[in-house]
């Protein structure tokens, strides 16, 4: 089919159709994306942005749990790009999983990629989103993995379901922030506006109009699936008067946690029930910052979306005038955001059983840095000069210009090395308040962690003070793992192992990393592949934060990679 953009319209219009009043049909299982600038106005002005399918945020993919799904990527826009599946496993699929020169190079302008996406037990929110430079900004959509067919949610059926897309919006071009930022070698320009479903919201200029606005009946439950799609922010979402009851991360369910405000990183997902069961009026819901970084700059600003109740504000008249506004946490109160990420405790129950590993075979430990790069002339944009970077073990990750995959499923010497330390190289006090400057540089390097198939693995993360401790939403591609412990300060070996939870932790493809502090996360090798782990702050990432782990073949021929398709772009 010849990709004109109306009818592309109009089949993704069907698409949804079908997926939301035949969720039994086998046949909604291909896509088309077609990735194409179009303008979009916000904040007053106008500009070109990428997007998939004309959409801001993006189509949103629809799926039972364990279902194949076909989606043809057709590049019409100006740049390279790459689509990652965040948060689905693809088991032995590493092809269809999308980081750029990790798993594929990139489809270039002009140019297609078939991508298979295989569910396997996810169940819940997910996402989609450009996986080069800044192009995620506007490249992004939900994913939506219904239990599977005929079967319910381990909670009341909700009235209705609403996808909540929390997002950053630049008045520039997104790569021109983009590449400003790789020039000056300090920190990215501040965006100018958050978003909830791609609208700014009452407090910015020019964006009354048109805010998002979910109509509620009085009585009835809501299942917000909410996406944090910023690029560098975690955030704190709330909604006026309403509690929020989580009942799923990152599609695995979690017991029922009930809170005023939720707290969500980059890259994570959070399925939420809101009872509409306040007098009925408009309410505000908002997001706004958590920011726990000395120094690091950001838009001290609130997005905000309406919650309406049916048959209230007649003739334009509601009982609170403005609306009222919802308690959110101050931008730095790291207590806040780690008290509600550490309450999550996985559903653990019959139906959904937990597995996390209870022996662990291969251990490791990492360190997440921020560093700095001496400048010529001290001539860049970072702290005194310098230009920033940022690690794991003390190495910045340099992407290759040819992908990992490739050149470990063909044996192609020369793109990566294996030699990722098991330990930080250097002991020191990692979050002490005073650390030498000499330790703030790292070393460059392309390094990966080999793993044996279906071997138990634990990581240990550990934040450090260097340049300035922050929180490092750190996540793993190709797998979720158990969040079986976390603390402020130093990992100590000998005590904090003996407070593992290893009865419900939480299940998740992305954790943050608290300021200071460091988490320990579990799973079982059972996934054969090229896997990106990485801090999921887009200027993180830029800097160097990750790493690949190669998950090698099993003995058996279905503990193998599948074969790479037909039509992989090449460099
Ligand atoms: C934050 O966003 C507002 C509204 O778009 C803008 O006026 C302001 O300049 C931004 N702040 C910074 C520090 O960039
Ligand atoms: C924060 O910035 C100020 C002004 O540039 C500088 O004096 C101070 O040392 C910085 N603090 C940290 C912890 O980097
Ligand atoms: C952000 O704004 C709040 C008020 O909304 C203020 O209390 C806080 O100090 C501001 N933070 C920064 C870093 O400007
Ligand atoms: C948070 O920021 C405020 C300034 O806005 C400061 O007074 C306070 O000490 C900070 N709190 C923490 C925990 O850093
Ligand atoms: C969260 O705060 C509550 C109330 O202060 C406390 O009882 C609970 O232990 C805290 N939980 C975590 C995980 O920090
Ligand atoms: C650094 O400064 C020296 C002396 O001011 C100058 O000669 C040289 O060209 C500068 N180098 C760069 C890379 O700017
Ligand atoms: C800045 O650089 C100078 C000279 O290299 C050094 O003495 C000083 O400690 C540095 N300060 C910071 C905050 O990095
Ligand atoms: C590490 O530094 C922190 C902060 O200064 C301090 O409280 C702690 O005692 C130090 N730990 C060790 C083992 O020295
Ligand atoms: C990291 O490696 C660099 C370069 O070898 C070295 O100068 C620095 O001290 C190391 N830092 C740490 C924390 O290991
Ligand atoms: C993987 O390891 C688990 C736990 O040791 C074991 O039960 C399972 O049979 C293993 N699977 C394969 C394919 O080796
Ligand atoms: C680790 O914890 C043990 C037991 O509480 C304590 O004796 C030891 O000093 C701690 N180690 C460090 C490096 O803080
Ligand atoms: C696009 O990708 C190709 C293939 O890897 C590469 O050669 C080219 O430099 C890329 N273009 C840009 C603008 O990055
Ligand atoms: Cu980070």
Not at 167 to 173: L, R, V
Not at 279 to 302: E, L, Q
Request: charged residues 20%; hydrophobic residues 35%; aromatic residues 12%.
């Amino acid at each position: 089919m010849s990709p004109n953009s109306n009818s592309l319209i109009l089949y993704f219009l069907a698409c949804v159709l079908f997926s939301s009043f035949l969720q039994d049909s086998q046949a909604f299982h291909h896509f088309k994306f077609v990735v194409k600038e179009a303008r979009y106005r916000r904040l007053c002005s106008s500009k070109e942005i990428l997007t998939v399918n004309r959409k801001f945020p993006g189509p949103t993919l629809y799926a039972h749990r364990g279902d194949t799904v076909i989606v043809d990527v057709i590049n019409k826009g100006s740049y390279n790009i790459t689509l990652h599946w965040h948060g689905v496993k693809q088991p032995r699929n590493p092809w269809s999983d999308g980081p750029e020169y990790i798993t594929q190079c990139p489809i270039r302008p002009g140019n297609r990629f078939r991508q298979k996406i295989i569910f396997s037990d996810e169940e819940g929110t997910l996402w989609w989103h450009a996986h080069n430079d800044f192009l995620r900004s506007t490249v992004h959509g939900a994913i939506i993995v219904y239990p599977r067919r005929g079967l319910p949610y381990p909670f009341p059926k909700p009235y209705a379901e609403v996808p909540i897309i929390l997002g950053e919006w630049w008045k520039e071009d997104a790569m021109v922030v983009f590449e400003d930022f790789v020039r000056g070698g300090g920190q990215p320009k501040v965006s100018d506006a958050y978003t909830i479903n791609g609208r700014p919201g009452d407090f910015y200029p020019c964006s009354k109009r048109g805010k998002f606005k979910l109509k509620a009946t009085y009585g009835k439950s809501y299942l917000l699936r909410i996406i944090n799609a910023a690029l560098d922010e975690i955030l704190f979402f709330g909604i006026a008067k309403h509690k929020l009851t989580v009942v799923g991360t990152d599609a695995s369910y979690t017991k029922p946690l009930t809170r005023d405000f939720i707290t969500i990183s980059p890259g994570q997902t959070l399925d939420c029930l809101l009872f509409a069961d306040q007098k009925p009026d408009h309410y505000y819901m908002a997001a706004r910052p958590y920011v726990s970084g000395i120094n690091v700059t950001f838009n001290n600003t609130t997005t905000t979306g309406m919650v309406k109740y049916r048959g209230a504000g007649l003739h334009g008249r509601f009982s609170s005038s403005p609306p009222l506004i919802p308690y959110l946490p101050c931008f730095n109160d790291t207590s806040a955001a780690v008290n509600f990420s550490g309450s999550l405790k996985s559903l653990a129950s019959k139906d959904y059983p937990v597995d996390v590993p209870l022996t662990v075979k291969k251990r490791f430990m990492s360190t997440v840095s921020v560093n700095t790069f001496p400048c010529p002339n001290k001539t860049c944009d970072g702290p005194n000069g310098t230009r920033l970077a940022a690690s794991m073990n003390n190495i910045t990750f340099v992407t290759p210009s040819f992908d990992v995959l490739e050149a470990y499923y063909y044996g192609i010497r020369g793109v990566f090395g294996k030699n990722f330390p098991d330990r930080p190289p250097f002991v020191f006090n990692y979050t002490a308040d005073y650390l030498p400057l000499e330790l703030q540089r790292s070393k460059r390097g392309t390094e990966v962690k080999t793993i044996k198939y279906n071997s138990s693995v634990e990581i240990i993360l550990q934040g450090t003070k260097l340049v300035a401790g922050i929180d490092h939403p750190m996540h793993l591609h190709g797998y979720s793992y158990y969040v079986v412990g976390w603390g402020l300060g130093n990992f100590n070996e000998s005590k904090d192992p003996m407070n593992y939870n290893l009865v419900d932790p939480p299940r998740r493809n992305t954790i943050a990393v608290p300021k200071n502090g460091w988490t320990t996360i579990r799973f079982r090798a059972d996934n054969p592949g090229v896997w990106l782990l990485h801090c999921h702050l887009e200027r993180h990432i830029i800097w160097g934060m990750s790493t690949v782990l190669i998950v090698r073949d099993g003995k058996k021929p279905e503990e193998r990679i599948l074969p790479p398709p037909q039509d992989m772009p090449a460099c």
